[in-house]
C-alpha cells in the first residue's frame, strides 16, 4: 500500500515538474528553428545579379554592354556593394573569343580579383557563348573589369567595376 502511494506521488511530481520543462525546451526550440530561416535568408537581401554582353563594335573598337543594352568601349561602370554577393552573367556577343575578369590593373595578365573570373586567356569563353560566376567584393573601392585576350584592353574591353562602403 504504501508502496503503491510513493508511485502515486512519484507520478505527479513528474507530470507536474518535468512535463512543464519538457514542454519550455520544446517551445524554445521552436522559437530557435523560426529564427534560422532570417539568418540564411540575409545574403539574399545583398545579392546583385548582372548580366553583361562583350564584343567587338568595330574593326578598331571592342567593348563590353549591360544586357540589352549597346556595347560600349570603354564598358559602362558597374557599381555593387562590399559584402554582397554578386553573380555575372557574361555573355559573349561578338565573333572572336573573350573573357571578364575583375582586377585592380588594366593589364591582360592581371591577378582576378575574389575569384571574379569568366573566362581566361588560354581558355576564352567562345563567340555566342555565355558563363555565369558568383563571388563577394571584400574591399571597398575602385577596379576594373577587363577582356583578357591580349590586346583586347587597348581596344577598349574594360570598365570600372566599383565596390561602394
Ligand atoms: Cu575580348
Redesign the pocket.
Known sequence: MRVALVAVIVAVVVIVAVVPFLLMQGGQQAGEQQTAPTQTQKPETGKVEIVIE??EISVSK?GFGLKGQQLQSPGPELRVKVGSLVVVTFINV?Q????FVVTDEKKFDAEPLWGAQIGTPTS?VQPKQQSSISFTPTRPGEYYYI???PG?IE?G?WGKFVVEE
Do not use: K
Not at 572572336?96 to 573573357?99: S, V
Open positions: 562583350g564584343g571592342q561578338g572572336l573569343p573573350h573573357t576564352p577582356c583578357q585576350v583586347h581596344l574591353m
